[in-house]
């Protein structure tokens, strides 16, 4: 497997990533778990974006990740940590294998809407289920990894950290090489022209069930990382303000660059963070007027920064 | 003689306005056809019908001796019944280039790859072999909006030819595309046409084109075919001449296009 410049970039940057956790600060790991794995459900954004779709349902798949990984814990018996990682990605794979079936007839708004509303409806049976907690969700049972169990605490919101960036750091290089293979790239196409997409022989609505199905499963490792973080899933994970949370990450890091959403979610968080912290009442005007001064200014988000400075260079 | 494209009283109504009136065509593997009519005729309803994209209100398509009723455009694509658009349809924030690696890729296989680069060297060496081929080598890195229409038909062209098709239907392949050169455009054209051996099917309003190129012309006048046969025959057909060249030797500036 060759790896090119982005690549290795991202695999420096996480190697820094995780040696900073060996001496960052407990509160910094947390807040950097919680941004990176949000940033893997906004990669699902991302992805569809690419294609034209705008999801405000992602918090169905972010929440199926983490519900998966409590339930899997509390009920089932599993506790290894990839084992219920993956257990997340595969549900999120057949329930997006179902309404994708359905999703990828609609464009634009009706597949925005379509999609949040089933995000709610997912919320309203948990909300109903006294079994799993309903408005209050539930505890994820303590977990392991490899048959080693971290210590609670310190010990494992680091391993957590660790996990994240690891998951980061391939779904990353997924993604850059999903973008620029024949899927990613004819995705693109689909959102420019779709009639011609068909002409050229190609089912344009099975392009699209792919790339949502994909997306589902990145999503939902970023719910099950969560889930992991915070040792507390609730139906929270799929109401359509966390659907909203995600679009808006998205937004702000831009489709330029499969780095993006980390970098606006870490962005987003700090702002959020620290908007609570200082200016209690107004976070979410403060978050208003960050989105308004990126889609004026920098209508390509974060990344055309990075990406503005490097023409610069080149120039 | 074996006939390639057939449809049987083929209609077309869109609510009172009948754009198809019991077509019945015959085309014969290896012709060029030319299609002629003016503005309104049912030219383009007739090729958005034979290629899947309209649902004809009755009537029956037959390519190669068979069925495709009720076929998806992809479908028709994939059996060998390629098409170009009036309005060029191409990908309009990718360049040139990668506008017709698209294409290639979607001729090699229906499923593209997940992680192999779609870019590959030998897709890129094709890509630049079919560039030259058009004569468009000099926007091979521009985006298509940025490049003159006449170019932007002939990459719509060339998209539509990469998957090998046994027949090519062009929408006006010359259309917005000054006078001065649309015989370049027609000669590039059918010389890479030549070159598949092709079965050709174009709309023109230009008769110069017209007669310049095909061996067969169908006039079309408000959904029903009026004249079909040779050039001269059709040309020189008097209710031809009264609805759709208007008395082309006195008028030898042609139609405009649209
Ligand atoms: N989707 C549609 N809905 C309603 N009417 C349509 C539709 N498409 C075409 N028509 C009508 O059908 C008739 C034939 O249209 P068509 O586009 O086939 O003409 P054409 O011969 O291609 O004309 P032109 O030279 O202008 O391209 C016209 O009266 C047109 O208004
Ligand atoms: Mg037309």
Not at chain 2, 198 to 227: P, Q
Not at chain 2, 240 to 251: A, C, N, Y
Request: contains cysteine; charged residues 15%; proline residues 3%.
């Amino acid at each position: 497997m060759r790896l090119d410049k982005t690549e290795i970039s991202l695999g420096l940057i996480a190697l820094a990533c995780v040696l900073f956790g060996f001496v960052s600060p407990g509160w910094l790991i947390f807040l950097l778990t919680i941004a990176l794995a949000k940033a893997l459900v906004v990669q699902g954004v991302v992805m569809q974006m690419r294609s034209g779709l705008v999801s405000f349902g992602q918090g169905l798949f972010y929440c199926i990740g983490g519900y998966t990984v409590g339930m899997g814990g509390q009920f089932f018996g599993i506790h290894d940590a990839i084992a219920a990682l993956s257990l997340g990605m595969f549900v999120a794979i057949v329930v997006a294998m179902l309404l994708g079936l359905l999703l990828t007839r609609y464009r634009e708004i009706f597949f925005a809407m379509l999609s949040l509303a089933f995000s709610m409806i997912l919320f309203g049976i948990l909300v109903k289920s006294q079994e799993l907690g309903s408005t209050d969700g539930f505890n994820v049972h303590d977990w392991t990894l490899f048959g080693w169990a971290p210590e609670a605490g310190a010990g494992s919101q680091h391993t957590v950290f660790t996990m994240t960036v690891v998951s980061g750091l391939i779904v990353a290089v997924l993604i850059h090489r999903y973008t620029k293979a024949g899927i990613g790239v004819i995705c693109e196409a689909v959102r420019e022209n779709e009639v011609r997409v068909e002409y050229l022989g190609l089912s344009p609505r099975w392009l699209l069930y792919g790339n949502y199905v994909a997306a589902a499963a990145v999503s939902a490792l970023g719910g099950g990382l969560t889930a992991l973080a915070t040792g507390h899933v609730d139906p929270e994970m799929a109401y359509w303000t966390t659907s909203g949370e995600f679009v808006f990450i998205a937004l702000l890091g831009g489709l330029g660059h499969v780095a993006a959403p980390f970098i606006a979610a870490i962005v987003f968080s700090f702002v959020r963070t620290y908007a609570i912290e200082f200016v209690p009442h107004t976070w979410q005007m403060i978050l208003g007027f960050t989105l308004l001064a990126v889609i004026i200014f920098l209508p390509k988000g974060l990344w055309s920064l990075v990406s503005r400075e490097k023409t610069g260079e080149r120039a | 003689m074996t006939c390639i494209l057939e449809t049987r009283s083929l209609n077309k109504e869109f609510g009172a306005v009948i754009a198809a009136k019991d077509l019945n065509v015959q085309i014969n593997k290896g012709e060029v056809v030319g299609v002629i009519g003016s503005n309104g005729a049912g030219k383009t309803t007739f090729i958005n019908m034979v290629t899947g994209y309209l649902k004809p209100t009755r009537g029956e398509i037959l390519f190669n001796g068979k069925s495709i009723m009720g076929h998806s455009p992809r479908a028709i694509t994939r059996a060998g019944m390629a098409r170009s658009f009036q309005v060029a349809q191409l990908f309009p924030e990718m360049t040139v280039i990668d506008n017709l690696i698209v294409a290639l890729a979607a001729a090699e296989s229906a499923r593209p790859s997940f992680l192999s680069p779609l870019r590959s060297d030998a897709r890129i060496a094709r890509a630049e072999e079919i560039l030259k081929e058009f004569g468009v080598e000099n926007y091979r890195d521009s985006l298509v909006t940025a490049v003159p229409q006449g170019a932007r038909k002939l990459v719509d062209i060339a998209m539509a030819l990469i998957g090998n098709p046994q027949m090519l239907l062009l929408d006006e392949p010359t259309s917005g595309v000054s006078v001065d050169e649309k015989t370049d455009l027609m000669d590039t054209v059918m010389n890479a046409v030549r070159q598949h051996g092709v079965t050709v099917l174009f709309v023109e309003h230009d008769m110069d084109v017209v007669e310049r190129y095909v061996s067969r012309v169908l006039a079309f006048y408000s959904g029903e075919i009026i004249a079909d046969g040779e050039p001269a025959a059709v040309l020189a057909d008097q209710q031809v001449r009264d609805l759709v060249t208007g008395h082309r030797p006195t008028t030898k500036q042609g139609n405009g296009a649209s």
